[in-house]
């Protein structure tokens, strides 16, 4: 399988090849992969202005509509889900088995918000709590925000797109959508989709650009909502000048798990090994911090490491390739960096450390220094650092000194410990028996600190697309 040699963007619904600007690189080779076209500022203005004109048709659009628009998605995806698993795997870097994975997501995704479509009610109020309202009643209805502003992040150019994309067709929300231009690919295909469908024209626009001349996507005030994935240092900037619209930011952490001295240790393994080193660990929700009662500590640490150890490193074309491309050569050369200053700190390597281009191996550390980036900073890569405890309650406060606050993962049997974690846990979610990178698409996700505001999640984004309307009558007097 090959990708196509140019890929046009899409604006108000049209594929549109102005030019063939922005370069898309095969993230294990190098090497060219694809051409995409590039929007500039007249681009984005024109799309804006089409979302505008496309808000009265889409809120007037029937649920059973916009079901079918999402439905049609859902079959598209199936059929070229091959397709749509190989340009990730090049323009991401991700391993094909994760890239195939994360194509079951994008499907997910669209079907759970197919029948969302049809379920955005309201609520009867009872407005008659005093003398002066006897006689009133209420009700309201969600209705549609209007044109909605989207920019997805490189790591998932699929599912973290449909996040966003998914429930504004099923909210009735025209949007314009920037991709991440280190992997635009994957946005691009689910456009070639979208413009099969009876959506109005300007629904939807995907326009890669360039980070400096997408300015419109933040500040224009016919944009309604801004909904941003992506780091903590851009997303706060981005609500900072977004103005008076509603702004959603799922942003970054340092996320943590909570070895308890009664878990089984076998099973908490193998799932870390996954949390932290899954595609890369190139995931918000990547296992970063390790926590371990000092009991199991050494029992635990041994066996990670073992495990670690046998991470396939390679060419993520392959099928027994576990840890691929981190997405550039220089995000490689940051956290190895990171890790030699962590050494020179006074930490311990257990394995891995190695680097060559863009490939690092699968790292654990231990001893490693409070005030190092590795505990501190959001890696964003194929690292985690190990931390013994001996009193439960002082690891729940550890995993709170963070200025992140995403998920965490809680590995205990104790059915009181859990429900101190939950109270406690200064995180948007707390995953008891797995770890923080756990999510299916139908929860709300998000976090608080630093990593964010608002929730995802179909139903929850839903909410955040749509605002209450009231109507309250007065009865017979």
Same mark, same amino acid.
């Given at each position: 399988m090959v990708l196509l040699e140019t890929y046009p963007y899409f604006l108000a619904n049209r594929p549109e090849?102005?030019?063939?600007?922005?370069?898309?690189?095969?993230?294990?080779?190098?090497?060219?992969?694809?051409?995409?076209? !590039?929007?500039?500022?007249?681009?984005?203005?024109?799309?804006?202005?089409?979302?505008?004109?496309?808000?009265?048709?889409?809120?007037?659009?029937p649920p059973f509509q916009r079901?079918?628009?999402?439905?049609?998605?859902?079959?598209?995806?199936?059929?070229?889900?091959?397709?749509?698993a190989y340009s990730l795997c090049v323009e991401a870097g991700k391993p094909i088995r994760d890239s195939r994975g994360e194509v079951s997501r994008l499907i997910d995704t669209f079907r759970l918000a197919a029948g969302e479509a049809i379920r955005i009610g309201g609520e009867v109020l009872n407005l008659e709590v005093s003398t002066r309202a006897r006689g009133y009643f209420g009700m309201y209805r969600r209705v549609p925000i209007g044109p909605c502003s989207f920019i997805s992040p490189f790591n998932f150019p699929l599912n973290l797109a449909a996040h966003k994309i998914a429930p504004a067709i099923a909210a009735g929300c025209p949007f314009v959508l920037k991709p991440a231009s280190r992997t635009p690919l994957g946005a691009l295909l689910i456009g070639e989709i979208l413009a099969e469908t009876d959506l109005p024209p300007g629904a939807f626009s995907i326009l890669p650009c360039h980070r400096d001349g997408a300015d419109l996507f933040t500040t224009d005030e016919r944009l309604k909502l801004l909904s941003f994935t992506g780091s903590p240092s851009v997303g706060w900037s981005l609500k900072a000048r977004a103005g008076k619209k509603k702004v959603v930011l799922e942003l970054g952490g340092n996320a943590a798990c909570v070895v308890d001295q009664d878990a089984d240790l076998?099973?908490?393994?193998?799932?870390?090994?996954?949390?932290?080193f899954y595609q890369s660990g190139q995931s918000c929700i990547s296992v970063q911090r390790i926590f371990v009662h000092q009991q199991v500590y050494d029992d635990f640490r041994d066996r990670l490491v073992a495990a670690t150890s046998r991470l396939k490193m390679g060419d993520p074309k392959l099928e027994e390739t576990f840890i691929g491309p981190m997405i550039a050569v220089s #995000?490689?050369? *940051?956290?190895?960096?990171?890790?030699?200053?962590?050494?020179?700190? &006074?930490?311990?390597?257990?394995?891995?450390?190695?680097r060559e281009g863009a490939m690092l191996e699968a790292t654990l550390l231990e001893r490693v220094p409070k005030d190092q980036p590795l505990c501190i900073?959001?890696?964003?890569?194929?690292?985690?650092?190990?931390?013994?405890?001996?009193?439960?309650?002082?690891?729940?406060?550890?995993?709170?000194?963070?200025?992140?606050g995403l998920q965490a993962g809680v590995f205990t049997r104790d059915v009181y410990k859990i429900q101190r974690a939950w109270e406690r846990l200064q995180v948007?979610?707390?995953?008891?028996?797995?770890?923080?990178?756990? !999510?299916?698409?139908?929860?709300?996700?998000? &976090?608080?600190?630093?990593?964010?505001?608002? *929730? #995802?999640?179909? *139903?929850?984004?839903?909410?955040?697309?749509?605002?209450?309307?009231?109507?309250?009558?007065?009865?017979?007097?």
């Open positions: 090849q102005p030019n063939s600007d922005l370069a898309v690189a095969d993230k294990f080779t190098g090497q060219l992969a694809a051409r995409v076209a !590039r929007a500039d500022a007249a681009a984005i203005d024109r799309a804006i202005g089409a979302a505008v004109e496309a808000a009265e048709p889409m809120a007037r659009m079901q079918a628009v999402l439905e049609h998605c859902v079959e598209r995806f199936r059929q070229r889900a091959d397709e749509l076998a099973d908490a393994v193998e799932r870390i090994v996954f949390g932290a #995000e490689a050369e *940051r956290l190895q960096q990171w890790i030699d200053a962590a050494v020179a700190a &006074g930490a311990r390597v257990l394995c891995g450390g190695r900073d959001e890696a964003f890569g194929p690292v985690a650092v190990l931390q013994r405890f001996s009193d439960f309650d002082a690891a729940l406060a550890e995993v709170n000194d963070s200025r992140y948007g979610g707390v995953i008891v028996g797995d770890v923080p990178s756990w !999510r299916v698409d139908n929860m709300p996700y998000g &976090g608080v600190k630093e990593s964010g505001l608002g *929730r #995802e999640g179909v *139903r929850y984004a839903i909410e955040e697309m749509t605002e209450p309307r009231l109507l309250v009558i007065r009865g017979d007097q």
